[in-house]
């Protein structure tokens, strides 16, 4: 039973406006994960674990590749890793938001009114990461947003709702 939508990928990668579609496709709750205060496990343990019809704009999975990226710790054990992650492979579905790196930079490029937190290099390295931690984990209810058109767009929000009405 599919209970939550984790959206993750890379900055400048559609991850919000496709939030935004299927929040109005679905009528259901949205809310961004990114890092906050406190035991970051309990903290995702409990998003993951106490709702249900959410649409998640990053979660675990941004915590734990922004981390790599910046050269920070890991904020879970190996186990709570696995926790989170078996949780969210039984309970939701993930859609990965990888879209080609040329359109990723291109994107980058043009968001002259917005501060970016993150430079060319780490668009280019974090791709990297989120792709090897999505293969690593391809057993998951995996959904691949390239993030080229509006066509892809409605095609990803057409498989969810298949995904949604089979579960």
Known sequence: MVMNILIEGIDCAGKSTLAKELKNALGWDTRSLHHGKGNQFLRYLKEYASTDCTIFER??????????????????????????????????????????????????RSRKHVRQIVKEKEIIAGRKIFMEYFH??????????????????????????????NS
């Open 136 to 165: 690593k984990n391809r057993d998951w209810r995996l959904i691949r947003y390239y993030s080229k058109s509006f066509a892809e767009l409605d095609s990803v929000i057409r498989k969810v709702k298949l995904i949604l009405k």
């Open 59 to 108: 979660g675990h999975v941004s915590e734990i590749v922004y981390g790599k990226l910046f050269k920070r710790k890991n904020p879970f054990t190996k186990s709570e890793e696995k926790i989170l992650n078996a949780i969210i492979g039984e309970t939701g579905i993930i859609i990965s938001c990888i879209p080609p790196l040329g359109l990723a930079l291109e994107r980058y």
